[in-house]
């Protein structure tokens, strides 16, 4: 059995809590050309309460396995936090998304759209973890 290293909840409710936020405002901007590469008006893209809760909960599920990839790493620091975070995106979150649209014969648009509210939250998130680690 692996040890894990000690995680900081307050620190990845903090970073969920944050990246919650900025994504509402990334897809208050980006969700009308989504919906429309998807064919859909954008009020089908408003997220119930349910969803949005289900967002939340899943971030800071996110923020704590981030806080365990900076302590294994021995990542020192906000800067150090942001670039496991970008290592994640560009090693688990981006060749899944592509991969997965590819299957769905999803516009390509619509991946260019979405990739980068995940890449802002994870770097984020990591320099916010890394910050309190």
């Known amino acids: 059995m692996i040890a894990l290293p000690p995680v900081n909840l307050l620190a990845a409710v903090a970073a969920?809590?944050?990246v919650f936020l900025i994504g509402g405002l990334y897809w208050a901007v980006f969700t009308p050309a989504w919906s429309r590469r998807?064919?859909?008006?954008p009020?089908?893209?408003?997220?119930?309460p349910a969803q949005?809760?289900?967002?939340?909960?899943?971030?800071?599920?996110?923020?704590?396995?981030l806080a365990v990839f900076v302590g294994w790493a021995g990542a020192l620091g906000a800067v150090g936090g942001a670039e496991i975070g970008f290592l994640a995106w560009l090693g688990f979150v981006m060749p899944l998304a592509v991969g997965?649209?590819?299957f769905e014969r999803r516009p390509w648009q619509v991946v260019a759209i979405g990739l980068p509210e995940s890449l802002i939250g994870?770097?984020?998130?990591?320099a916010i973890v890394g910050a309190w680690t």
């Open 100 to 102: 997965q649209a590819s």
């Open 38 to 41: 998807l064919g859909r008006p």
């Open 122 to 126: 994870l770097v984020l998130m990591g």
């Open 43 to 48: 009020e089908e893209a408003r997220p119930t």
């Open 52 to 65: 949005l809760g289900v967002a939340f909960v899943t971030r800071v599920v996110v923020a704590c396995v």
């Open 16 to 18: 969920a809590a944050a």
